[in-house]
Each structure stands twice: as structure tokens, then as C-alpha cells.
């Protein structure tokens, strides 16, 4: 199993971003993904979280409901974090991770930033 984040960068308040997370080794539609973040001195959070077999589903916290929107492509097996309307404290480094027959896997990371 593999998880290979990109898409990170240096954003304006405001802006917007899309991550990807290519998954390989398994596939995201019947095992689901989350999109997790770390910003420094707090701890890791769930950001989003989508599972696509017959029903699909999505789940955010609060704070990025309305800004960011997690997508699948089945195809190509990659998920996708788009935020819009981003904010200062969305700074982190933004994690993929997957729970696959009982074992936890979670990308590199990508770094985050909102500053003007």
C-alpha cells in the first residue's frame, strides 16, 4: 500500500487549492480515505473523509464544511481535497491516510500555507 500526496503550496487568504492523494496497493472506493492535517503545536485532525462502493459517502469537520470538498476518481484511484476560501489557519501539512485489513497507512505529507 502506498499513499503519495501533492498539490501543496503558498496561498493568499482566500484562495484555493487542490490536493491529491494517489493510492496504490488497494482501492480507495471499497476501503475508503481520509484527508488528515497537522498544523505545528496541535495535534493531527481528520479534515474529510470519502468512502465510494454503492453508496458514497463523505464527512468533514465542521471548520472546513462549505470550503473544502473531497472527490474520487475510481479510474485512477486518487482522491482529491479541494479548498476554496482558504484561511490562515488552515496552515498545516495535509496527510492522506487508509485503514487496510487492520493496518494503518498514511502518505509523506504536503505542506499547506495561508499567508498573504
Known amino acids: 500500500v502506498q499513499l503519495v500526496e501533492s498539490g501543496g503550496g503558498l496561498v493568499q487568504p482566500g484562495g484555493s487549492l487542490r490536493l491529491s492523494c494517489a493510492a496504490s496497493?488497494?482501492?480507495?472506493?471499497?476501503?475508503?480515505l481520509s484527508w488528515y492535517r497537522q498544523a505545528p503545536g496541535k495535534e493531527r485532525e481528520l479534515v474529510a473523509h470519502?468512502?465510494?462502493?454503492?453508496?458514497?459517502?463523505?464527512d468533514y469537520v465542521e471548520s472546513v464544511k462549505g470550503r473544502f470538498t473531497i472527490s474520487g476518481d475510481n479510474a485512477k484511484n486518487t482522491v482529491f481535497l479541494q479548498m476554496s476560501n482558504l484561511k490562515p489557519e488552515d496552515t498545516a501539512v495535509y496527510y492522506c491516510?487508509?485503514?487496510?485489513?487492520?493496518?494503518?497507512?498514511w502518505g509523506q505529507g504536503t505542506q499547506v500555507t495561508v499567508s498573504s
Open positions: 470519502i468512502i465510494s462502493n454503492f453508496n458514497s459517502r463523505t
Open positions: 496497493g488497494f482501492t480507495f472506493s471499497t476501503y475508503g
Open positions: 491516510y487508509a485503514r487496510v485489513l487492520s493496518n494503518d497507512y
